[in-house]
C-alpha cells in the first residue's frame, strides 16, 4: 500500500501523512513537479495524491507525462481550485478521481481505497483469497474458523499486496518498496520476520516461498 502524496504545502502534508498512515498506507512526499515526475516513474505505487498547484509546475503536467510514460497506477487530484473545468481537465489527463480543498480526511481515504479496488477489479472493501478475508478498513483479518486478528500496519499492508494478487511471485524487494517508503531503513531480513507471524495466522502453505525468486500466496489452499 504504499503511495506517493504531491503537495508543497509542508503543514497540510505533515498531517496528512500521519493520517494516511494510520489508514494502512506508507507514503512518499514529494514537494514539486520535478520531484513528482521523477518518483511516479521510478517508482512502485498503488496510488497517488497530486495537487494541482505546485511551485515550479502544474500537476495536470506531471500527470500526463506519467501517462505518456504508462504508469497506470490510480490518481485522485487534490486541490484548492472550484472550477469545474479544473476537474474535467484533470479527468482528461488520466485522473481516477478528484477532491477539493478543504475536506475530511476520511473522505479522502475512501476515495483513495475506492479507486485502489478498482484498479484491482474490486468493488468489495473485503478482501478475499483462499478462504481468508482482510477487512481494510478495520485491518482485521478473519480466518476460515471465523476467528477474527488484528494486525500491526506493517502485517496489514505485507499481508493485503500478497493476497490482492494470488500466485503473483514477489521478490524482497517489491515487497519492501511497498512496505516502506523512501525514508524508512528497515533491515534486510525484516520480510522474513513478518512472513514468519503472518504464517502464524493464515498457516504455512498459504504463503509459498519460491526459492531464489520470493514469496507468493497460495489462494487455492
Known sequence: MRLLLVEDDHLLADGLIGQLEKAGFRVDWAKTAKDATSLGVQEDYRAVVLDLGLPDGNGLEVLKTWRGNHVSFPVLILTARGDWQDKVSGLKAGADDYLGKPF?????????????????????????????????????????????????????????????????????????????????????????AYIRRLRKLVGANSILTRRGQGYLFNDVV
Open 104 to 192: 475530511q480526511t476520511e473522505e479522502l481515504v475512501a476515495r483513495l481505497n475506492a479507486i485502489i479496488r478498482r484498479s484491482e477489479g474490486r468493488v468489495d472493501s473485503t478482501l478475499k483469497a483462499g478462504r481468508l478475508e482482510l477487512d481494510e478498513n478495520r485491518q482485521i483479518l478473519k480466518t476460515a474458523d471465523g476467528t477474527e486478528h488484528s494486525l500491526t500496519g506493517t502485517e496489514f499492508r505485507l499481508l493485503r499486496c500478497l493476497m490482492s494478487r494470488p500466485g503473483q511471485v514477489y521478490s524482497k524487494d517489491q515487497l519492501m518498496e511497498q512496505l516502506y517508503s523512501l525514508n524508512d531503513t528497515p533491515n534486510e531480513n525484516v520480510i522474513e
